[in-house]
Structures are given as structure tokens and as C-alpha cells.
Nanobody
Framework: QVQLVQSGGGLLQAGGSLRLSCTTS????????MGWFRQAPGKEREFVAA????????RYADFVLGRFIITRGNSQNLVYLHMNSLKPEDTAVYYC?????????????WGQGTQVTVSS
């Protein structure tokens, strides 16, 4: 079993920056492909960004390309989502996830979610 604990999030104005963190625990001997997703009110959960287990490859949804960056921390169980130039339409609950494969969006485990609210 793998647990994901998120931190970060909050309320900020458009144009601002925020960093979300996700820490995995449990089977810490394994490196995971990781992803971030978000769900806005009344909408389905959508893919945001992914990073492979080595931290060498990343991919992004078009709507965050050039604004958000996903990175791995110094420890194998830490992943960040750096969000810049935030827009009101980025308002959502953000979830980190362990991905079954780097190229796919199917998740094996989910974090608890963290609210990001961007005001205009």
C-alpha cells in the first residue's frame, strides 16, 4: 500500500505563483511515475502533468504548458508542482497520483487533494 500526502495550495490572485508538494510513503524502495490532476467544480478530473520515475521526462496538458512545472525532490518520494502565472480558471482541487505508466493517465493511488483558488 502507498500513501500520498499533499501540502501547499491556498488562495491567491491571478498572476501569482504557488507550489504544491506530494510525499509518498509505504513502499519507499520503489520509484514511481507521478502525476498531478485537478478537478474544478462541476467538471471532471483532468490530467495536468506527469514525471517519470527517474525524473528525466515530463509531459503536460496544453492548458498549463509553459506555466506549470513538475519536478522531483531530492528524495525519491517527493514530487512538486510549481504553478506560475496562475489564472482564475486554474481554480480547482489538485491531486497527486502514482501513475501505472508514465505515458498513461491511469492512477494507482491518489493524494487527498488540495484546494487552489485564484481570484481575478
Amino acid at each position: 500500500q502507498v500513501q500520498l500526502v499533499q501540502s501547499g495550495g491556498g488562495l491567491l490572485q491571478a498572476g501569482g505563483s504557488l507550489r504544491l508538494s506530494c510525499t509518498t510513503s509505504g513502499r519507499t524502495s520503489i520509484w514511481y511515475n507521478m502525476g498531478w490532476f485537478r478537478q474544478a467544480p462541476g467538471k471532471e478530473r483532468e490530467f495536468v502533468a506527469a514525471i517519470n520515475w527517474r525524473g528525466t521526462d515530463t509531459r503536460y496538458a496544453d492548458f498549463v504548458l509553459g506555466r506549470f512545472i513538475i519536478t522531483r525532490g531530492n528524495s525519491q518520494n517527493l514530487v512538486y508542482l510549481h504553478m506560475n502565472s496562475l489564472k482564475p480558471e486554474d481554480t480547482a482541487v489538485y491531486y497527486c497520483a502514482v501513475l501505472r505508466t508514465y505515458a498513461g493517465n491511469e492512477a494507482s493511488y491518489w493524494g487527498q487533494g488540495t484546494q487552489v483558488t485564484v481570484s481575478s
